[in-house]
């Protein structure tokens, strides 16, 4: 199956999906359209190609093949632990999450759960998820588990939260009715459904999405959900994904290990004329974080660094670099974390960067 002849596929799985062929695996598309090509009656991947964009039917199923996601409940557990301490400092109820990439449930479910466990009822919760697999969907309604996606759960939970399914061979697990009824699941892109389901929220889940994403869809995903995050919000990305968040829209977050993420809202600047404003107009707060001088997150970089929080300490560095792109100390740190954490190409860019700065000092 030659490259060229899958173009105009990857062409429209782009528009359509955001979604970048080759960021989906090097034969993913191809082993797909192999698998959808006797089945939707086409002789030809030419044939395809012309056939797909007028079906919509055909466009589910080659997704599917596309998007076949695997997780686990309770992944990457930091995320929850920054959700719990959310919910300590902001009292405001119904508690908003939202799940961008769901998946089979496993994420939304772990975040009912979690809330749970940290004396949340479920009446103050408010939890919705989105995935484009409504395959994927169906298995998350059904609330069925097997081992591999209850690996991440302590026996004490399994048991408070789910029942174990009668008459399985191997070992399934159904998630109580409680816990099934508090999500809702929304079938399609996350550009469409974000649309449809403006917020505000209090929370937003995207992890391991973006890095699959072309990078304007990328860019105008993580703009549709700074417009759609509480003041007080807070995004959770995967820690491979920190480096793809706008600094311009989202600071770090102290203690969030690099991967939580809270929006900056624009400053509005009035003309000069303008009429006062009243003083009874509430004006959004800004995170502290977005209002900090270069030399204040360089100085953050290198205590987080000395502490051994090489994650918080790099995100530190970034944000300095972005207020200061010239700031050759935080070049250099940010050189030695990226090195530590095993990020070798973002060393690289950095180190690169450093050397232009030093061939125009030399000048």
Not at 167 to 183: E, F, K, M, N, Y
Not at 220 to 228: G, H, K, T, V
């Amino acid at each position: 199956m030659a490259g060229s002849d899958l173009e105009p596929l990857s062409l429209w799985l782009l528009q359509s999906t955001g979604l970048r062929a080759d960021r989906l695996g090097s034969s993913r598309l191809a082993r797909a359209v192999k698998q959808r090509l006797i089945p939707s009656g086409c002789t030809s991947i030419r044939h395809y190609a012309q056939r797909l964009p007028h079906d919509r039917p055909e466009q589910q199923k080659l997704i599917e093949h596309l998007v076949v996601g695997e997780s686990w409940f309770l992944r990457e557990p930091r995320s929850f632990e920054q959700l719990h301490q959310l919910t300590v400092r902001l009292r405001q109820r119904p508690l908003r999450v939202l799940s961008c990439g769901c998946s089979s449930g496993e994420e939304p479910y772990s975040v009912v759960i979690a809330l749970l466990e940290a004396g949340i009822p479920l009446a103050q919760l408010q939890v919705e998820a989105i995935d484009i697999s409504a395959v994927a969907l169906a298995k998350a309604a059904e609330g069925l588990y097997g081992a591999h996606a209850l690996r991440g759960l302590e026996p004490g939970l399994l048991e408070r939260h789910f029942q174990r399914e009668p008459g399985r061979s191997t070992r399934h697990w159904r998630l109580r009715p409680q816990i099934r009824a508090a999500v809702r699941f929304h079938q399609g892109t996350l550009q469409q459904q974000l649309v449809q389901l403006p917020g505000p929220w209090h929370v937003v889940f995207c992890r391991n999405v973006m890095l699959y994403l072309e990078d304007q869809a990328r860019l105008d995903l993580l703009m549709a959900i700074a417009a759609r995050l509480e003041p007080q919000g807070m995004l959770l990305v995967a820690a491979a994904e920190a480096p793809m968040v706008p600094l311009d829209r989202f600071c770090s977050l102290p203690g969030g290990h690099g991967s939580a993420f809270a929006p900056i809202r624009p400053i509005a600047v009035e003309p000069a004329d303008a009429a006062p404003r009243p003083v009874d107009r509430p004006v959004l707060p800004t995170p502290a974080c977005a209002i900090l001088e270069p030399a204040d997150h360089l100085v953050e970089a290198r205590r987080l660094s000395q502490g051994g929080q090489a994650e918080e300490a790099l995100a530190a560095a970034r944000r300095c670099l972005y207020l200061d792109p010239g700031c050759h100390e935080a070049l250099e740190l940010a050189v030695d974390l990226a090195v530590a954490l095993g990020r070798l190409q973002e060393a690289e860019r950095q180190i690169r960067r450093l050397e232009r700065l030093r061939q125009r000092r030399q000048r």
